[in-house]
């Protein structure tokens, strides 16, 4: 072979190679002889950032429960006649009516005619006019601003001015959002860069919303796990996030540190000592802080008390106010009105550069805008009827009727589960769920790992089974090693939560005794 | 290379610490830079681009504040013919869809007389597929079943009876969300492996915008304006060649009806497309969003998929596709509520399982969305009470769109230096225009791309908002814009009259 050839030869093995690592068209001898090709999206050859996401809350647990109930449907016998859907806080869903405000306004600005009908009333008909005004061609269904409706942004402003006690909010910090998710999404798109060592390091509470986590597979970040205390009903520590950021400077970029308060899906509601703490850690750590606030309004606990990390933030002075990034969320799918469908959302950034703020823009952008019936709902939300006004009656009633409800099935279940010998329940002081701690005997935690399952999975899975009830393992949020969790939420009806309940306690006792 | 880039990298560092150092010197208080800056931000997103929304529009949303705080321009109004905004040019919808969605919004209203049966029937069968039946429940994430089965059988009408599964259908918050999914999903690789993908130029700049976001590699196939922006295999062939040299070529992307082009494929073409396809193992993403908006006579929109299974099971069974639908254009031009689909045929189940895990991440599109959607794909039937109404207004919306596509070409070629091919079909002209050298001396001047330089003129002396060529991309040395075709007929002539007037000021000041 001389040395043309030997070359030639080298660069088609090397082609050949290479065609088949790039997943070129690979033939395929079928057994009659048939070429046959590899198609061209496979799961080898698709985005490997995607493969690594997962989202327990709509898992595979989720999708066995939409299974069985179509069984159901179909006649097959089972021990259970409905399944519930304890898995996600679905309010509407768990039967939760809308507010009555909210939904006359939202038809009146899909159909104008309704303006001139007496059975609505003013106040509705003067909110739906003045969102309509704010429209392109008086019409929800003219995009909007990238950044969301003029209005409705002051309108936020004004309502977080009005909660953090005059703290002042200006509206072009507001974005509005498709659900908070969109907006966690989006700034941390805007955070993730480097690689390797130097790769974003993004440190998240564990148990955490797998929003989080999914988030970050996809953009490719590191996940900084940081524990909170079981045993001090689901607290933050500050020790532990030292320990948590110092190990991670080993291996990546530590950049950003979210926070869920009131917690997903722990329910703890941070007080306000432990939130002045997390400021001065992120501004000592040189952290962006994210603060996920969706449940603001769902605090139950006597002595508890939501406080925004924006008004505890410019309440520490200007050293911290002026200094420390942070990006703050809410959302109209949780609270008192539920309305999860909507999509509608906002976030308000303090402190952003004013450069990547202009890179916020552009990328928002190019999703055109956020639904706008979504963003004529978040409008209603941050400026609900006020007193003297024909619908404020109705609205206070609907809506303490709601949080009040929700108040007594926190109390509820933390007592009813933490009756049953095995399992243990931190108080729901916020929030929507209750994360109880499970012990699940050794006996099943083998035969668990034997079919390839964690062991609360296993457990979730037999619950299903037996009882129509769709909780979601632990495993799904993170946990210790060793401990095992499921997140039920407290939405459903206080009748049929009862039920639950103690089917909940049944189970367990039964499952048990099984395997021990 | 890499290791010097590190290096560069690492003295720029050094540079920017020691910077910050002096500050905390001068003035004594310890002052740090932010965590998220320019150059410490995601550097995919730093290379994103979307004219459409660009400098260009920000500059006339200023201009508008400007007029309302009582400045004086030689105008008195802004319009901003940049975006294919239906309701905002002035379009009324459809009043079947909105009583429907102000029903879903407030049952109450089912009792109401002054509704329609089949408006009632409508909601009432939306609602019943609610978790609780309200919109505000979530709903699964690949979207409402009950929706996805009528998408199913408005493709199946569309495409002469070929099957569509509802189980291929995954509803979205407009096409865009779905087309940035459908990419996300295809890319992988790193350097010449990098997954590569062929958009048109011009192209819509999502896909431009979405590929950087992405780091996937653009691989540009130009569309042939001399032949009414025609699509030639040929060409197809030359990119894709010309790109297996630097990247993995894996996706085809098609516009059609074309945005911001405006033209129809045939059937003929759309053949050849998918044989290309096929012969080049790419994954097909046809973006068909303006299936209705067709007015040039012997033009007809042919779907992807259609084509796709008239050619037979050797193409059919094998060829992967995804197509995308949305509620913003056609005669509803519901933007605002950001509805849309896609459909997939042949994707792997592996992947397709890993798909719906995705979108499950988003937990589901907006709900009145959906609703909409379902509107759209089961419209009033001839028996129905609403039948006649519905089909006068989605009659009168698409034949002045017909009449103003018509108009525009019209009054364009008249102008000695705007050449512009028929629009026969989607929402937009795109004709090229002659910039005299001292123009583009000019630009060049004042760092400007040269047909920006003109949109600016032109957005400054007469209050029309254009999107320049180059956000769309266009051949060297060419210049063109953007224009939507929605205002109203009267307005719309002002409009290009005063384009005409502005073109030929703008011509004689630089020649």
């Not at chain 1, 088949?20 to 690979?26: I, N, Y």
């Amino acid at each position: 072979m001389n040395h043309g050839t030997a070359l030639l030869w080298k660069r088609r093995a090397l082609s050949s190679l290479s065609a088949t690592r790039r997943g070129l068209p690979k033939e395929k001898m079928s057994e009659n002889g048939i070429m046959s090709r590899a198609k061209v999206l496979t799961i080898d050859t698709m985005n490997p950032t995607v493969k690594k996401v997962e989202y327990a809350v709509r898992g595979p647990i989720v999708q066995r429960a939409v299974e069985l109930e179509r069984e159901l449907s179909e006649g097959m016998k089972k021990p259970f006649a409905e399944v519930i859907k304890a898995n996600i806080g679905d309010a509407h869903a768990m039967g939760q009516q809308p507010i009555t405000f909210f939904r006359q306004v939202l038809a009146l600005c899909s159909y104008p005619e309704l303006l001139s009908d007496s059975t609505f009333p003013e106040d509705a008909k003067s909110r739906a006019c003045r969102i309509l005004q704010s429209c392109g061609g008086n019409s929800m269904g003219a995009y909007s601003a990238s950044q969301g409706i003029d209005s409705v942004r002051q309108d936020v402003a004004r309502y977080i001015e009005r909660r953090d006690g005059g703290v002042a909010c200006d509206p072009d910090n507001i974005y509005l959002t498709t659900g908070a998710s969109d907006g966690i999404v989006t700034m941390l798109k805007l955070l993730v860069c480097g690689e390797g060592t130097t790769r974003t390091g993004v440190m998240i509470p564990i148990p955490q919303y797998p929003l989080y986590s999914a988030a970050l597979a996809e953009l490719g970040a590191v996940q900084i796990d940081y524990f909170l205390n079981e045993e001090k009903c689901w607290s933050l520590d500050i020790t532990e996030l030292q320990r948590a950021v110092n190990e991670a400077r080993q291996y990546c970029n530590p950049r950003a540190l979210c926070i869920i308060n009131p917690g997903n899906p722990t329910g703890q509601v941070q007080s306000r000592q432990c939130i002045e703490d997390v400021i001065r850690f992120a501004a000592k750590e040189r952290l962006f802080l994210m603060a996920d606030e969706v449940y603001q309004d769902n605090v139950y606990a006597e002595g508890c008390q939501f406080h925004s990390f924006k008004k505890v933030l410019f309440e520490m002075g200007p050293e911290y106010a002026e200094t420390v990034e942070l990006a703050s969320f809410h959302s109209t799918s949780k609270c008192y009105m539920g309305e999860c469908g909507f999509r509608g959302g906002y976030m308000e950034i303090i402190n952003m550069d004013d450069e990547v703020k202009d890179q916020l823009t552009k990328l928002l952008s190019v999703r055109l805008c956020p639904p706008v019936p979504g963003q004529a709902l978040m409008d209603l939300v941050v400026n609900p009827p006020q007193p003297g006004e024909p619908s404020y009656g109705s609205f206070i009633k609907e809506r303490t009727a709601t949080l009040s409800a929700l108040a007594e099935k926190a109390k509820l279940t933390e007592q009813v589960l933490n009756t049953v010998q095995g399992i243990s329940c931190n108080p729901v002081q916020g929030a929507m769920y209750s994360f109880p701690r499970i012990t699940i005997p050794e006996k099943a935690v083998k035969e668990a790992t034997e079919k390839g399952q964690q062991p609360d999975m296993f457990y979730c899975m037999k619950m299903l089974e037996e009882t129509g009830i769709c909780l979601v393992p632990g495993s799904g949020f993170g946990q210790k090693d060793g401990t095992y969790h499921f997140r039920m939420t407290i939405l459903p009806p206080t009748d049929k939560l009862k039920i639950l309940l103690n089917k909940v306690k049944e189970f367990h006792q039964r499952f048990t005794q099984q395997y021990s | 290379m890499k290791s010097m880039y590190k290096i560069t990298l690492q003295l720029q560092r050094c540079a920017r610490d020691i910077t910050n150092m002096s500050q905390q010197a001068v003035n004594g208080i310890s002052h740090r830079g932010r965590v998220l800056t320019l150059d410490s931000m995601n550097p995919n997103v730093k290379r994103v681009e979307y004219a459409v929304r660009g400098p260009i529009v920000q500059r006339a949303v200023q201009i508008e504040k400007e007029l309302k705080e009582g400045v004086k321009k030689p105008f008195t109004e802004v319009i901003k013919a940049n975006i294919g905004d239906a309701h905002a040019m002035g379009q009324k919808p459809i009043t079947f869809f909105r009583q429907v969605l102000a029903l879903c919004s407030y049952p109450a209203l089912l009792e109401d007389s002054k509704f329609p049966e089949d408006v009632k029937k409508r909601a009432q069968r939306i609602l019943e597929a609610c978790g609780g039946h309200s919109i505000g429940a979530y709903s699964t994430s690949q979207g409402i079943e009950c929706i996805r089965q009528d998408v199913a059988r408005y493709i199946e009408k569309r495409d002469g009876g070929i099957p569509s599964n509802p189980d291929n259908i995954y509803l979205s918050t407009g096409a865009s969300d779905a087309i940035v999914t459908i990419l996300k999903l295809l890319v992988c690789g790193e350097g010449r492996d990098r997954t590569g993908v062929m958009i048109s130029i011009p192209q819509y700049p999502l896909y431009s915008a979405a590929l950087a976001d992405l780091g996937a590699v653009q691989i540009n196939y130009y569309l042939d304006e001399d032949n009414c922006w025609s699509l030639n295999i040929a060409e197809l062939r030359r990119a894709l060649n010309a790109a297996r040299e630097h990247c993995n070529p894996r996706v085809l992307c098609i516009i059609n009806p074309g945005n911001p082009t405006g033209q129809v494929q045939s059937r003929q073409c759309i053949e050849d497309v998918i044989r290309f396809a096929k012969e080049e193992h790419l994954f097909l993403m046809a973006d068909e969003v303006y299936q209705d908006n067709v007015y040039a006579e012997g033009c007809q929109f042919h779907s992807f998929k259609k084509v796709l299974f008239e050619m037979g099971p050797e193409y059919s069974n094998t060829v992967e596709m995804a197509s995308f639908h949305s509620t913003s254009k056609c005669y509803m031009g519901e933007c605002g509520f950001r509805g849309g689909y896609m459909e997939v045929i042949n994707l792997d189940p592996e992947v397709k399982a890993q798909l719906i895990k995705l979108v499950s991440v988003r937990l589901c599109p907006p709900v009145p969305g959906q609703a909409l959607l379902d509107l759209v794909v089961n419209p009033p039937q001839p028996d129905e009470p609403s039948y006649a109404t519905f089909m006068t207004e989605r009659t009168a919306v698409l034949s002045t769109l017909a009449e103003k596509a018509r108009l525009t070409e019209q009054i364009f070629n008249t102008v000695p230096g705007i050449t512009c091919n028929p629009v026969q079909g989607a929402m937009y002209t795109f004709p090229c225009i002659t910039l005299p050298q001292k123009a583009i001396d000019k630009a060049k001047e004042l760092g400007l791309v040269p047909d920006m330089f003109y949109c600016m003129r032109l957005l400054e002396e007469d209050g029309i908002c254009l999107v320049p060529g180059s956000g769309f991309g266009q051949r060297e040395g060419t210049y063109h814009f953007r224009m939507t075709i929605l205002p109203p007929t009267d307005k719309l002539k002002v409009v290009l009259q005063k384009i005409r007037e502005f073109h030929l000021r703008f011509t004689q000041e630089f020649s």
